[in-house]
């Protein structure tokens, strides 16, 4: 391999470049294997449902996007266009729903700043299936060693890091698909430095999936100028006005985890990568869960409560402690909703958040009784940063709890199972694709790594549906 670095040289983006540059990929285990195409498949499904969102259709109709051809597919349509385009409004569709996979470690979505990029990718330089997921695992690996470099506080300052890292993420997955040399891979990390973007402020609106799509591209992008011999700044990271201190500052950083050899377990081992099983932001999902267990323990219906009282982690809180939603993408990020959801249907569906779901009388009504309190306030419980208590009383007077613990989407000893995700995959697509399709692409998912090439795949993913 060329421009090798030397064990000396500390610069860390040079550093990082040399371990993509490096990585064995017979080091990926049969466990990340098959997280790897767990994660894939679900982003895929979570892609076809999010194409007809008005976030990824007012994106199709920007003038340049509107009008452009090319060879990669956006997923669950018939249109074609550049590996820039696709990256970018399939970024859009994967994450419009707030379905996609996440991690505890990441503080946010690691498959969809790698999935749209890698397909796009495949279909204009007719890589394989095994290309994909060895790609795939670098970014993953990439993505989750800038979380350990900056969190918790770049999380909690209110960053986005599915964008602000996971920008890297797809930079890395990108230039081992395309097999970038060490210094033009340091050199498209360098680039996306300054492209890195993405603010908790625009949660609950189309803005925050256009965080995955404009990084998605905006990766894209500094590889294919790194490739070109475009230049940067390989001391970006640490510069003294670089990215660590200026999304961070000082003393909030620590470069160790981007340096040091990828010698452990990936993080593809972690047992908090977790598969969502509600379609809304993953911080409720503990809390869904409790209500849910409360709900079928107790044969309980929304007519016998009188109060509830959630408590979950304060970090889980300060995007979520929306008790009156009034548009769909707030209701995503409403612990109030979803629970009264989950307390009135004992479930929390895709069709819990069209149209006016949210407004319905016997919901407002559940609405004005839900209180959300943190863990540690005067009165409340204790909790980890991903456990749920709820506490509901009833008419009769019965005051009933649940407590759900550690619970990181379904993940850890609590793991979605393929059936599971075969289910999610089939109510994603309905509409979108024919059972047919669906059946067949699926499977073709699920085998990734001996696909040849993803043209079949690719076929079954166009729009054919109602």
Not at 244 to 262: M, V, Y
């Amino acid at each position: 391999m060329d421009n090798l670095l030397n064990k000396e040289d500390t610069n860390v983006l040079k550093n990082l470049a040399d371990h993509i540059v490096r990585f064995d990929p017979t080091t990926i285990s049969d466990h990340a294997l098959h997280t790897v195409k767990m994660g894939i498949a679900d982003t895929i499904g979570v892609t076809l449902a999010g194409v007809n969102e008005a976030c990824a259709q007012i994106m199709m109709e920007v003038p340049g996007v509107a009008d452009a051809s090319g060879r990669c597919l956006i997923i669950g349509t018939k249109r074609k266009v550049s590996a820039l385009d696709a990256t970018l409004v399939n970024g859009i569709s994967s994450h419009a729903l707030d379905f996609d996979d996440f991690s505890d470690v990441l503080g946010g979505h690691q498959s969809v700043p790698l999935v749209p990029v890698l397909f796009a990718l495949a279909q204009e330089y007719r890589k394989t299936g095994w290309d994909i997921v060895n790609a795939y695992t670098v970014g993953f690996e990439v993505e989750h060693r800038f979380a350990m470099a900056v969190h918790p506080y770049h999380y909690d300052k209110g960053w986005h890091p599915t964008a602000t890292l996971g920008i890297f993420g797809t930079v890395a997955a990108a230039a081992r698909l395309l097999g970038l040399n060490q210094e033009k891979t340091a050199t498209a990390l360098a680039i996306a430095t300054s492209m890195a973007a993405g603010i908790k402020s625009n949660f609950g609106t189309m803005t925050k999936p256009l965080h995955v799509g404009h990084s998605g591209r905006s990766g894209l992008l500094a590889v294919l100028l790194a490739a070109r011999d475009f230049t940067a700044n390989h001391a970006s990271m640490e510069h003294h006005q670089g990215f660590f201190a200026l999304f961070n500052g000082e003393g909030n950083f620590s470069s160790d985890a981007l340096i040091e050899p990828w010698s452990g377990p990936l993080a593809l081992e972690f047992p908090t990568i977790g598969i969502k099983q509600f379609p809304c932001c993953g911080s409720t999902h503990q809390a869904i869960a409790a209500m849910i267990n409360l709900k079928r323990d107790n044969n309980l219906c929304a007519n016998d409560v009188v109060s509830v009282v959630v408590n979950t982690h304060p970090r889980r809180l300060l995007h979520t402690n929306n008790p009156y939603p009034n548009s769909v993408l707030e209701a995503k990020f409403s612990l109030q909703y979803t629970v009264a959801r989950a307390l009135t249907d004992g479930a929390v569906r895709l069709s819990d958040f069209k149209d006016d779901a949210f407004l319905q009388p016997n919901i407002k009504k559940l609405l004005e009784i839900i209180k959300a309190i943190p863990f540690g306030s005067k009165g409340a419980p204790e909790g980890e940063p991903w456990d749920a208590e709820i506490r509901v009383t009833t008419q009769d007077g019965r005051v009933l709890k649940n407590r759900v613990n550690n619970m990181v989407g379904r993940s850890g000893d609590n793991p979605m199972t393929i059936g599971e995700l075969k289910e999610k995959f089939v109510d994603c697509s309905y509409g979108v694709l024919t059972e047919v399709q669906s059946e067949a692409a699926f499977q073709q998912l699920m085998g990734l790594e001996n696909l040849p090439n993803i043209g079949p795949l690719m076929k079954n993913l166009e729009f054919r549906g109602a």
